[in-house]
């Protein structure tokens, strides 16, 4: 039965992709019957409070433990720095609060396992950022595929590359203050395959299903950065190629790397077969159909933000705000706790793509192929 009454939800981490893109989507008018933002926390108070008067949201806490006390919330939106995700996520699902998660989940197997099991326990849900298997695009690939579009899949490849976006981004400097990027260069969580190769591995896990080893080469390309002005050491690997085995001989190679990106696509794969290639959306060269294609149509298939028009609650206004992938994650989590309708976005697609992150960075350290010990299942 359907809750009468729009999901509370805080918003835990006032960065650039609060500022850029959550906030922004979640205070559209046309979703405040199903979802309201009741709280924002950020340990930058001033720089929080800025951002809740822009967007009239009531109560600013300069941590979860505050937010979580004054029980203002039904669930979180988790958009801290990836190292801190287990700690915020564990916290709200143990205070009883659905959680959004954005990408990474988690950077191990054994914190994604913690976090799955307490989420059982207390009778809440996880819907864990990227939700790429929401996309029609991908459900179609895998059809395809399946149905012999490119004869025997040999191989795919995919990835995406730091370059200098972080650094660049314009939301940097809001509120008065400066959010600043250099977790990304740090560890746990930083560098580019738990922050931006996680799309990838997403995507293709969504139409090959789970892979079952993984072997690496890892390491540091760019040893510092610039922020500023300021120069910021990089401790995390910038430069990492993993291989990845999903059976039968089929194989698989996915970079997060310092610099360059040959797939247009933001983190699509190009699947190759014994009879023709996919490329993103191209069948051998062809645009190929998918349910709602009609919504991308006079838009380059290189435009991620039109390519997110197929997701169920990207319509109007959403359009036109950036990172509606994230938007349609957090959307799959109000109706999931609103509807008692579940999400294909779940957090057991997101341990596996785990599995093959931490995985592949032990190979890189040991030399050794690992095998992978999660799964999942994908959606008919």
């Known amino acids: 039965m359907e809750h009468p009454d729009p999901l509370r939800i805080g918003i835990v981490g006032i960065g650039a992709l609060a500022v850029r893109a959550v906030l922004p989507h979640l205070t559209q008018t ?14 930058v108070v001033e720089r929080a409070t800025t951002v809740a008067e822009q967007y009239g949201v009531p109560k600013v806490y300069p941590s979860l433990t505050e937010m979580l006390a004054d029980d203002v919330v039904d669930a979180v939106t988790i958009v801290s720095p990836i190292g801190l995700h287990h700690a915020l996520v564990k916290e709200a699902l143990t205070a009883g609060k659905h959680v959004h998660v ?19 326990e207390k009778g809440v849900h996880i819907v864990a950022s990227p939700g790429e298997v929401l996309r029609p695009q991908l459900k179609r690939t895998r059809e395809l595929i399946r149905e012999g579009a490119i004869g025997d899949l040999a191989w795919a490849i995919c990835g995406v590359a730091f370059d200098d976006y972080h650094e660049g981004e314009p939301e940097r400097e809001t509120g008065g203050t400066v ?7 740090r560890k746990p969580g930083g560098g580019p395959v738990y922050d931006m190769t996680a799309y990838a591995l997403h995507q293709m896990t969504s139409v090959l299903g789970p892979a079952e080893r993984v072997t690496a080469m890892s390491g540091i390309r760019v040893p510092e950065r610039t922020f500023m002005g300021r120069v910021v050491p ?14 039968r001989g089929m194989f698989a190679i996915a970079y997060g790397t310092a610099a360059g990106c040959p797939i247009e696509q933001f983190g699509a794969a190009t699947y190759y077969g014994t009879k023709g290639v996919i490329d993103g959306v191209l069948l051998n060269g062809e645009e190929f159909d998918f349910e709602l294609r009609e919504e991308t149509l006079g838009a380059p298939i290189t ?15 959403h359009r036109d705000i950036p990172e ?12 999931w706790a609103r509807e008692g309708i579940p999400s294909a976005a779940n957090a057991e697609h997101a341990r596996h793509v785990i599995d093959i992150i931490e995985s592949g960075y032990r ?9 992978l010990t999660t799964s999942f299942s994908l959606p008919d």
């Open 303 to 317: 435009d991620w933000e039109a390519q997110m028009r197929v997701l169920p609650h990207v319509t109007g206004p």
């Open 234 to 247: 990089t401790e995390a690997d910038d430069n990492t190629i993993l291989l990845i085995d999903f059976g």
């Open 102 to 120: 954005n990408k990474t989940m988690t950077t191990t197997v054994a914190e994604a396992d913690e976090l799955i099991a307490l989420a059982a």
């Open 324 to 335: 509606s992938h994230v938007f349609e994650d957090i959307m799959q989590l109000v109706r």
């Open 179 to 185: 959010i600043d990027p250099t977790w990304y260069f």
């Open 30 to 43: 046309d979703i405040a019957g199903q979802v309201v933002v009741s709280a924002l926390c950020d340990p």
């Open 363 to 371: 190979a890189a350290e040991t030399g050794v192929t690992q095998d």
